[in-house]
């Protein structure tokens, strides 16, 4: 008879754990849509069709030779 009701008991613990978990899970997942919802409506005004923007970026350590340079002159290192 015991066994039972620890058996019966187990159960519910299980089903309210189970129950916790569903919960906190549907409030994250609500709570990241809700924070990433103006990113989704900027990505679907704009799309990038494929396009990548790709950049290159020079840091120089000498303000003097960063006035001086000419973009020939990065080019050609």
Do not use: C
């Amino acid at each position: 008879m015991a066994s039972v009701v620890l058996l019966v008991v187990g159960f519910m613990f299980s089903m309210v754990i189970f129950a916790v978990v569903v919960v906190v899970g549907l409030a994250a997942w609500g709570y990241f849509r809700w924070k990433t919802r103006e990113l989704r409506q900027a990505m679907r005004a704009h799309p990038s069709h494929g396009h990548v923007i790709d950049g290159v970026v020079i840091v120089v350590d000498d303000p003097e030779s960063a006035r001086t340079a000419r973009i020939t002159d990065i080019q050609d290192k």
